[in-house]
C-alpha cells in the first residue's frame, strides 16, 4: 500500500473537505490547540478518521519544522485523472471548456502556485506531461494551499499528441511566448480554450509551440526578460476569465 505524509493546516484540511483520496490517520503535535486545528479534528471524527495527538510529527523529509503548522496526515497518493474520460463525460456541446497546459514545469513551488490560481481562475483541468515535469507531490500541496485537492490534474504521455486531440474536441490552443506580436490583451480568450505555459527557463517546447493555433506574449516594462512562469500563467488564466466573464455579461444583456 503506497502511502505519502501531506503536511500543513490547508493540505490536510482541503484532502479532508475533497474526499477524493483515502486518508488513513492524521496526526496533531499536542501543543497546537488552535480553532483551525480544532476544526479539522471535528470534521476528521465525523468522517470516522482516526486523530492522534503526538510529540514529534511524522513528517515528508522535505516538510521543515516552520512549514508543517504542527499537522500532518498519512494519505494515498494523489490520483490524477483521464483526459478522454472527462471530454466523454462533459462533451463541448455549446459548453465552454477551460484547460491549462504545462510544458516542461518543473519546478513544485511554481507547479503549486499556478494550481492555487487555476482553481480560482475557472480552469477546469491542468495537463501535465508524465516526464519533464513537477509531480503532484505533499510539497506541491502545501505551496498550493491545499488546492491540488479541488483540480483536476491530468498526466499525458506525448504533449503534442495532447493538443492535437484537444483541437478536434473543438478547443484553441493558445500558447504563452515572450516572442508573440499579438499581446494577450489584443487577443480573443473566450470559447473553449487550451493556454499552454512554458518552463521556467526555455519556455515552451519548439514542437508544442507549432501546433499551437496562435501566440500571445505579455507586455512588460523593464529590463527583465520574463516573468517567472506561475505570475505569467496567473496573467494568463485571469485575463481569460475576464474576457469570458465580459462575453457572458454581454450575451444576457441581448
Not at 490547508?10 to 483515502?22: C, D, I, M, P, T
Not at 513551488?109 to 515535469?133: F, W, Y
Request: hydrophobic letters at 40%; charged letters at 25%; a positive charge.
Amino acid at each position: 500500500m503506497k502511502t505519502e505524509i501531506l503536511y500543513g493546516i490547508n493540505s490536510v484540511f482541503e484532502a479532508l473537505k475533497a474526499g477524493k483520496r483515502r486518508i488513513y490517520e492524521i496526526y496533531i503535535e499536542e501543543s497546537k490547540t488552535s480553532k483551525r486545528i480544532l476544526e479539522v479534528i471535528k470534521f476528521a471524527k465525523s468522517k470516522k478518521i482516526p486523530v492522534k495527538k503526538i510529540k514529534t510529527l511524522p513528517l515528508n523529509p522535505i516538510a521543515r519544522i516552520s512549514q508543517h503548522q504542527g499537522i500532518s496526515a498519512k494519505v494515498e497518493p494523489y490520483l490524477t485523472f483521464d483526459l478522454t474520460d472527462i471530454i466523454a463525460s462533459e462533451p463541448l456541446n455549446g459548453n465552454r471548456h477551460f484547460f491549462l497546459l504545462l510544458d516542461n514545469v518543473i519546478d513544485p513551488r511554481n507547479l503549486g502556485a499556478i494550481i492555487r490560481t487555476a482553481l480560482g481562475a475557472g480552469v477546469d483541468s491542468i495537463i501535465i506531461p508524465k516526464d519533464r515535469s513537477a509531480l503532484p507531490t505533499p510539497a506541491v500541496s502545501k505551496t498550493s494551499a491545499g488546492a491540488i485537492e479541488h483540480v483536476r490534474l491530468i498526466r499525458v504521455t506525448n504533449m503534442v499528441d495532447t493538443i492535437r486531440f484537444l483541437k478536434q474536441q473543438g478547443l484553441w490552443i493558445v500558447g504563452l511566448d515572450k516572442g508573440a506580436d499579438k499581446t494577450i490583451y489584443a487577443s480573443d480568450l473566450t470559447g473553449s480554450i487550451a493556454i499552454v505555459i512554458g518552463g521556467e527557463e526555455k519556455g515552451i517546447r519548439p514542437l508544442v509551440k507549432k501546433n499551437c493555433d496562435f501566440l500571445v506574449s505579455i507586455p512588460q516594462k523593464g529590463l527583465l526578460d520574463s516573468l517567472n512562469a506561475s505570475v505569467a500563467a496567473a496573467i494568463a488564466m485571469y485575463e481569460a476569465y475576464r474576457q469570458n466573464k465580459i462575453s457572458q455579461t454581454n450575451k444576457s444583456q441581448r
